[in-house]
């Protein structure tokens, strides 16, 4: 966490949690909704997302600068794998991986202008995933193709250029959903690798991300894109129109880096912005003043559906990469385990994030549109777990602790280094005061605090022979 989030916490009281958002349609909802995109519209917004009940349709909606939405309208009559959105002073355009990757335009006001095929379906289709930007004169739409970036450029009247390749890898990787900006230059784009799997065996961690940036017309322009290696599973980008901001999703957290594209593409170093214990989904978006990353996070001690509401957080970074003004709020209904949230920002500078949640009251997944100037400011992280002690009974061996009551739950880890690097083991519900684990003698857990605000700091305990051993602070 930043110094100056932490100064900002000794003069904000943290507001409790409440449900925020705006439902953009019926609520309970009618249909299922998922994949939501936004983009901003004037002092609105432009939303759109895939409805998976009959009759099945890719649906877009208008929505005022206070959150208040407007008439829903159908632009396609297949419901899509993957969408993008962005929008010019003309038009707004929502690219849409529906078998094809095809483009529809709409009006300011939603109405659709056409529909642009960009690329005929085959049998491998629907693993493409669709990013696009506006460079101020037309619309670079991308999608991953096994191990090849491509490309093709749409025009504020509706012309098209034929699709072409601007980053093909070696046949065994496969690239995984791209994002791209305009920094007034270039577009810059990033993309995950990793190796290709013939087997039914889980899929290898991804081994890296590659930044490039485009030309203008279409062209690589790095021969040897920069290369961002660790534990990440998404990118994305957000440019100010002189840096940009990659933000990196992983499985312990939210990451953020700055890239300079000078004389050459540069990465300033990687700072963490929000840690905790699972798989987390983020997005930026640059708000005129300040970019604006949001993540989601699920709070149950289960990450299955039963595990109750999650929690949408926002924060501001500035372009040197300092972030400020942590926000958070409660989930009014359960998120669904696909990790997806998507931030824009407007003409008058408010930010909107839309995901997918699902209404205790409904089976049906609904998307949602929350205002990050809605959210309540972000409580600090819950205490550490106080006066730990470890029994050793046989080859298990049992944890207990005292807690302060404010947390949601409890997650445990274990080294094998020292505590160099930690590997989950379990999380455990708020009312927990004990665990058991493996009593290999000395082998060293971990007990850290979950809340809305973050992990704590976790509580060390060292597993040994004798039969009573108190735990130690890091």
């Known amino acids: 966490m930043s110094i100056l989030r932490a100064v900002l916490a000794l003069f904000l009281v943290p507001l409790s949690l409440f449900a925020a958002g705006h439902d953009l349609t019926s609520s309970p909802p009618q249909s299922d909704q998922q994949l939501p995109v936004v983009t901003g519209n004037g002092a609105g917004f432009t939303a759109a997302w895939t409805d998976l009940?009959?009759?099945r349709a890719v649906m877009s909606r208008g929505v005022s600068g206070s959150g208040e939405p407007l008439a829903a309208l159908a632009i396609s009559e297949r419901p899509a794998s993957s969408m993008a959105i962005a929008h010019s002073p003309f038009d707004t355009l929502v690219v849409i991986n529906d078998g094809n990757v095809s483009a529809v335009r709409l009006t300011p006001s939603g109405i659709p202008l056409n529909t642009i095929l960009l690329w005929s379906g085959d049998a491998f289709q629907s693993s493409r995933e669709v990013a696009v930007a506006w460079n101020g004169s037309r619309y670079f739409v991308i999608w991953?193709?096994?191990?090849?970036?491509?490309?093709?450029?749409?025009?504020?009247?509706?012309?098209?250029?034929?699709?072409?390749?601007?980053?093909?890898?070696?046949?065994s990787s496969r690239l995984l959903p791209p994002d791209v900006a305009w920094d007034g230059q270039h577009f810059v784009v990033v993309v995950g690798e990793k190796p290709s799997v013939s087997c039914s065996c889980p899929p290898p961690d991804t081994i890296q991300f590659r930044v490039m940036r485009v030309s203008a017309g279409g062209d690589a322009i790095d021969a040897s894109p920069l290369v961002i290696?660790?534990?990440?599973?998404?990118?994305?980008?957000?440019?100010?129109?002189?840096?940009?901001?990659?933000?990196?999703?992983?499985?312990g957290g939210v990451s953020s880096i700055i890239a300079h594209d000078g004389s050459a593409l540069?990465?300033?170093?990687?700072?963490?912005?929000?840690?905790?214990?699972?798989?987390?989904?983020s997005a930026v978006a640059w708000n005129g003043l300040t970019y604006t990353v949001a993540w989601r996070y699920l709070s149950g001690y289960d990450l299955s559906f039963a595990a109750g509401p999650g929690w949408l957080a926002a924060a501001q970074v500035t372009r040197a990469g300092l972030?400020?003004?942590y926000r958070a709020t409660a989930a009014s209904a359960h998120f669904s385990l696909n990790p997806h949230v998507r931030a824009a920002a407007n003409e008058a500078g408010t930010t909107a994030l839309v995901t997918e949640e699902f209404a205790e009251s409904s089976r049906y997944g609904r998307a949602r549109l929350y205002l990050v100037s809605e959210l309540p400011p972000m409580p600090a992280p819950p205490p550490a777990p106080a006066n730990m002690v470890s029994f050793l009974s046989g080859p298990y061996a049992r944890i207990d602790w005292e807690a302060s009551g404010a947390e949601n739950g409890f997650v445990v880890e274990f080294t094998r280094d020292s505590g160099k690097q930690w590997t989950f083991v379990s999380v455990l519900p708020a009312d927990a005061r004990s665990a058991t684990v493996t009593g290999t003698p000395d082998a060293l857990y971990r007990i850290r605090a979950l809340g809305p605000g973050g992990s704590s700091e976790g509580t060390m305990i060292k597993i040994v022979s004798s039969q009573r051993r108190r735990a130690e602070r890091p």
């Open 323 to 325: 972030a400020f003004d």
């Open 266 to 281: 540069t990465l300033d170093a990687e700072t963490p912005l929000f840690s905790w214990y699972a798989n987390i989904a």
């Open 53 to 55: 009940t009959y009759p």
């Open 144 to 171: 991953s193709y096994f191990n090849q970036l491509i490309g093709a450029f749409i025009s504020p009247g509706g012309s098209s250029t034929q699709p072409r390749a601007f980053l093909t890898e070696p046949d």
């Open 229 to 251: 290696t660790g534990d990440h599973l998404r990118a994305h980008v957000a440019s100010s129109g002189s840096e940009s901001l990659i933000t990196l999703d992983g499985a």
